[in-house]
T-cell receptor
């Protein structure tokens, strides 16, 4: 069964600290993995997308890694800010060129305290 | 500016009322989706469309219906709202963006049925 599991379910950190969110998936065949940020009451916004051949990709203070062998991805947030408080969702696609099916994780709820 | 819109953003309505949630996009994408999301839970696909006059049910059974008469418009209708329909409804469109398959989400409609 194709699944996407995220951990931790929730995380509280102090402003300025770093954190790492995890995503494990069993989706096969794998096409790409995307991290979304979803603010409360808003729709998800794409942060990064990674294909099979990519190991790491950065977007400002966000750095995503992918290990396609172990089917794991992480999202590292550097020097957290209050505005980083949101839910971070891992989404895996099973066929990119033909816009395959998307599998969603439940998200990690990140809270950044001042 | 190309974007995806949802109205209303918030709706509180009594049981038995008929409601229509609007979704429109100016990105020119053929593929559009409706998701249902409860607090702290993953997104569940309830409807999708691959183009005009094409609609399909998603993974999560829903009493709602959709129509796709125009490429840019994908409304969702509930003939008789019930408290169990209380949730957040997210519309999305999908196409080639950022050089690869990208799904863009609207801001969502938070529905409360009393």
């Amino acid at each position: 069964k194709n699944q996407v599991e995220q951990s931790p379910q929730s995380l509280i950190i102090l402003e300025g600290k770093n954190c790492t969110l995890q995503c494990n998936y069993t989706v096969s065949p794998f096409s790409n993995l995307r991290w979304y940020k979803q603010d409360t009451g808003r729709g998800p916004v794409s942060l990064t997308i990674m294909t099979f051949s990519e190991n790491t990709k950065s977007n400002g203070r966000y750095t995503a890694t992918l290990d396609a062998d172990t089917k794991q991805s992480s999202l590292h947030i550097t020097a957290s800010q209050l505005s980083d408080s949101a839910s971070y969702i891992c989404v895996v696609s099973d066929r990119g060129s033909t816009l395959g099916r998307l599998y969603f994780g439940r998200g990690t709820q990140l809270t950044v305290w001042p | 500016e190309a974007d995806i819109y949802q109205t209303p953003r918030y709706l509180v309505i009594g049981t038995g009322k008929k409601i229509t949630l609007e979704c429109s996009q100016t990105m020119g994408h053929d593929k559009m989706y409706w998701y249902q999301q409860d607090p702290g839970m993953e997104l569940h696909l309830i409807h999708y469309s691959y183009g005009v006059n094409s609609t399909e049910k998603g993974d999560l059974s829903s009493e709602s219906t959709v129509s796709r008469i125009r490429t840019e418009h994908f409304p969702l209708t509930l003939e008789s709202a019930r408290p169990s329909h209380t949730s957040q409804y997210l519309c999305a469109c999908r196409g080639l963006g950022e050089g690869t398959d990208t799904q863009y989400f609207g801001p969502g409609t938070r529905l409360t049925v009393l």
